[in-house]
């Protein structure tokens, strides 16, 4: 199981990123995928997560309204769509999946939101 996350930056407050999550080694339409994103000096934090059928979507109280996840099955991807940033939103981002019990993780991609 493999999961590359991409797409990340320095943007304004205000602005928008896309962040990407590319899977692989598994069957990815069967599994529900998950981002978590660590402020520095903080714990990890779940941000979202997106069922595998897209039925199903979690999205924590502070980004709600701001941030949308998707995913497109034929690309093994998933995304994490971030509008309206804020500085408080900066961390460094990771998708997330469990398969019998043991997560996997990306490498992480850096978001910093500039006041």
């Known amino acids: 199981v493999q999961l590359q996350a991409s797409g990340g930056g320095l943007v304004q407050a205000g602005g928008s990123l896309r962040l990407s999550c590319a899977a692989s080694?598994?069957?990815?339409?069967?599994?529900?995928i998950a981002w978590f994103r660590q402020a520095p000096g903080k714990e990890r934090e779940a941000v979202g997560c997106?069922?595998?059928?897209?039925?199903?979507?979690y999205y924590e109280d502070s980004v709600k309204g701001r941030f949308t996840i998707s995913r497109d099955d034929g690309k093994n991807t998933v995304y994490l769509q971030m509008n309206s940033l804020k500085p408080e939103d900066t961390a460094v981002y990771y998708c997330?999946?469990?398969?019998?019990?043991?997560?996997?993780w990306g490498q992480g991609t850096r978001v910093t939101v500039s006041a």
């Open positions: 997330n999946t469990a398969e019998m019990g043991t997560q996997y």
């Open positions: 997106i069922s595998s059928s897209s039925a199903l979507l």
């Open positions: 080694g598994f069957t990815f339409d069967r599994y529900p």
